[in-house]
């Protein structure tokens, strides 16, 4: 007789459990949506990640996850100013998304109405038994937007996403398609006020010979854990530049997934995590190249300081028909103070023969000579420090080829450094 003993579960997944017990009925859905969400609670009953999965091995989920705040509908969260001025902000506020504005060349429209009639269905769910994220999400998202850019559309402003929260949860997804030919920039905004538990997740589809660029700025408070996932296809010869700021939340888990699929495409990838305190970030990144002919290039740079972790997963995968693959992966990592912990894995996968594939990882501390040569200046050390910091995680800023965007993220990290350096 074989005998299953069902898992012991934690306070965290019992939270999890009961909270969607609790919220059930006030969850928008057809029947197609309501099986996904049922099965995505199975997979949550069946316990949170260990560091005994691989792709968990330096998050472990299980013991990082303590309180789960209850939903609260009561609490109320205010619209945030965006980040870049005069962009046309879609705010999710307390999970609940507000009346879609008019945008020339793009179809707005919530996703609410998409849960409710089943249309959305097909995008939720779970990619595997350990896709946490993409489970936490299904089971409990109760809004959104979806953004429809038409062919060769150019919209004159930025579109900014606002996931904004007042504590408790906050459960939201995006889609966005940007039809051929066009182009747009688009600000996806993770932040609140108060203890909470956050999910967030994407879906990006470039199509042929659109040119995409994508900011995400996660600005949470210390004590908000915070789970981020990033879906990506591109289309023949697309463009997408990602660009992803962690600069808060005590625990944070951003997956970037993404399907190179177009002969000619090109996906960029910019990060920068600025830890500081007790904070746990884990950047964790899957690409697939799966046409011939296409670019990809990931820079990651991170600054660590107090007792903070750090974690860079990036896996870059060729498939055998995708030939004169061109793909480039770094994770750089400063370490400020000598409790602070930076793990970085680059793994590459490469079945084609006539590829041009890389990747390189480095963790340091700041160079005391060029400290020095400041200092001799009549800079202060603390002044000095801040330079050299400033310069290392800006350099990947200015990359970006837009004045404004690279303004307004410089001025959150010299925020951050006001605060933490």
């Not at 099965?39 to 299980?62: C, F, M, N, Q, S």
């Not at 004159?156 to 904004?164: A, H, T």
Request: overall charge negative; glycine content about 8%.
């Amino acid at each position: 007789m074989n005998v299953h003993a069902s898992p012991q579960l934690t306070a965290a997944e019992q939270a999890l459990i009961d909270s969607y017990s609790q919220r059930f009925s006030d969850l928008p859905g057809d029947p197609a949506v309501i099986v996904k969400r049922d099965e995505a609670v199975e997979t949550l009953k069946a316990g949170l990640p260990t560091r005994r999965i691989e792709a968990w091995h330096y998050t472990d989920l299980r013991r990082l996850l303590g309180a789960v705040p209850a939903y609260d509908a009561t609490k109320q969260a205010e619209e945030r100013l965006p980040l870049l001025e005069g962009s046309v902000v879609l705010p999710v506020l307390g999970g609940v998304a507000s009346p879609s504005p008019t945008v020339d060349g793009v179809k707005v429209s919530r996703l609410s109405g998409r849960l409710t009639d089943g249309s959305l269905a097909p995008l939720l769910g779970c990619t595997d038994r350990y896709d946490t994220i993409g489970a936490l999400n299904t089971a409990f998202v109760a809004d959104g937007y979806a953004l429809d850019i038409e062919p060769d559309a150019r919209p004159d402003k930025p579109i900014e996403f606002q996931n904004v929260h007042a504590g408790g949860q906050a459960h939201v997804r995006f889609t966005a398609r940007a039809g051929k030919g066009a182009r747009a920039t688009i600000v996806e905004r993770q932040v609140g006020d108060g203890q909470a538990l956050v999910s967030a997740v994407s879906h990006i589809t470039v199509e042929d010979e659109a040119d995409l660029t994508w900011i995400i700025l996660q600005d949470q408070a210390e004590d908000v854990a915070h789970f981020g996932q990033t879906n990506i296809e591109l289309g023949r010869n697309a463009r997408l530049t990602l660009f992803v700021m962690n600069a808060g939340g005590r625990l944070v888990r951003q997956e970037v997934r993404v399907v190179v699929a177009g002969e000619g495409a090109d996906f960029q990838l910019r990060g920068v995590n600025l830890l500081s305190g007790d904070a746990h970030t884990d950047v964790t990144m899957v690409l697939d190249h799966t046409a011939p002919g296409t670019v990809s290039t990931e820079v990651i740079r991170n600054v660590v300081t107090g007792k903070a972790k750090g974690v860079f997963q990036g896996q870059i995968r060729v498939a055998r028909e995708a030939q004169k693959t061109d793909a480039k992966m770094a994770c750089n990592t400063l370490l400020l103070t000598d409790e602070g912990e930076f793990s970085a894995k680059p793994e590459l996968e490469i079945f084609a023969d006539d590829v041009a594939c890389g990747h390189g990882a480095t963790v340091t501390e700041i160079d005391h000579g060029h400290l020095f040569y400041l200092m001799a200046r009549g800079i202060d050390e603390k002044t000095a420090r801040g330079l050299l910091v400033r310069a290392f995680v800006a350099e990947v800023i200015e990359e970006l080829d837009d004045e404004a965007i690279v303004e307004a993220l410089e001025a959150r990290l010299n925020a951050w450094f006001d605060t933490h350096g």
